[in-house]
C-alpha cells in the first residue's frame, strides 16, 4: 500500500527554516521518519516536496490512481489555495492535512484553512511528530 507524503512551499527549509518554530530537523529527516513509520505500518511512503501549487495539485491527481492515503502538509498554500481544495475534492482517496506548528496559536491569517473542508481531517503542533501521526491517522481511515 502506497502512501503519498506531500509538502508545499519552503518545506525544502526546514532545519534552516524559523528553527525557534519548526525546529533543527531537516526534510530529509522527516522523509526518513517517515519511511521508518510508514513501513511499521505497513505502507510504502512515496515521500515529495515542492514549492509549486501545480505540482503538488498534480501529485494529488496522481495519488487519486497510485496511492491508499495522502498526508499533506501544504505550507502557506494550507491557507490561500482553492485549486488544492478542489483538487482534494477531486480524488476519492483520504487526505489529511499536517501542520508541524500549531497554526491555532500563531498569526490570525494561519487560522483558516481552505483545504481542511475537504481533508479527512487536521493534525497540527506536535512538530515533526505531526508527520508520524498523520499516517496512524491515515492507518485508522484505511483500515
Ligand atoms: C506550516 C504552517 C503554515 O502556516 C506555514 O505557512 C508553513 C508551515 C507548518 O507545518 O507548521 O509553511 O504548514
Redesign the pocket.
Known amino acids: 500500500k502506497t502512501v503519498f507524503v506531500l509538502n ?4 525544502n527549509m526546514l532545519g534552516k527554516r524559523e528553527p525557534g518554530i ?1 525546529g533543527g530537523q531537516t526534510l530529509d529527516d522527516v522523509k526518513q521518519l517517515c519511511l521508518s513509520a510508514g513501513a511499521d505500518l505497513g505502507f510504502d511512503v512515496d515521500f515529495r516536496q515542492s514549492n509549486h501549487e501545480g505540482t503538488l495539485i498534480d501529485w494529488i491527481h496522481e495519488a487519486g490512481d497510485k496511492a491508499v492515503g495522502v498526508a499533506i ?4 498554500y ?2 490561500t489555495s482553492i485549486a488544492l481544495h478542489d483538487a482534494i475534492k477531486a480524488v476519492s482517496v483520504p487526505v489529511i492535512e499536517l ?3 500549531n ?1 491555532h496559536a ?1 498569526e490570525e491569517f ?1 487560522h483558516h484553512s481552505m483545504i481542511a473542508p475537504a481533508a479527512k481531517g487536521v493534525i ?1 503542533g506536535f512538530g515533526t511528530a505531526s508527520y508520524i501521526l498523520a499516517l496512524h491517522a491515515l492507518k485508522y481511515t484505511i483500515a
Not at 508545499?8 to 518545506?11: S, T
Request: aromatic share 6%; hydrophobic share 30%.
Open positions: 508545499g512551499p519552503n518545506l519548526y502538509n501544504a505550507g502557506a494550507t491557507h501542520h508541524i506548528s497554526v500563531r494561519r497540527c
